[in-house]
């Protein structure tokens, strides 16, 4: 069973950063892509990031400019550094991947992330 923990997260005033870390149990290589989603209370999940085996990255546009996705297939983690936060970034950030060889979705089981003074 496939096991993603995400770390990393916390109370940062705005313009701060942080950055989110997410492991893996096992190679990463076996994940097509993997990502990072947010969940805002009253709000439906939504992706903030994402990056292919082949090092495709994709980001909404209320992030681009401000956090970079990357991965270190050698310790099969990925990284969200997240700059210049605003209050509106506050949520649940949760760590995604996607197995084509069974299409199976895995997610960890989220980090708090508050911006606020």
């Known amino acids: 069973q496939v096991q993603l923990v995400e770390s990393g997260g916390g109370l940062v005033q705005p313009g701060g950063s942080l950055r989110l870390s997410c492991a893996a149990s096992?190679?990463?290589?076996?994940?097509?892509?993997m990502g990072w989603y947010r969940q805002a209370p009253g709000k439906q999940r939504e992706l903030v990031a994402d990056i292919t085996r082949e090092d495709i990255r994709n980001y909404a546009d209320s992030v681009k400019g401000r956090f970079t996705i990357s991965r270190d297939n050698a310790k099969n983690t990925i990284y969200l550094q997240m700059n210049s936060l605003k209050p509106e970034d506050t949520a649940v950030y949760y760590c995604?991947?996607?197995?084509?060889?069974?299409?199976?979705?895995?997610w960890g089981q989220g980090t708090q992330v508050t911006v606020s003074s």
């Open positions: 096992g190679s990463i290589f076996l994940f097509y892509a």
């Open positions: 995604n991947a996607y197995r084509p060889s069974d299409r199976n979705t895995f």
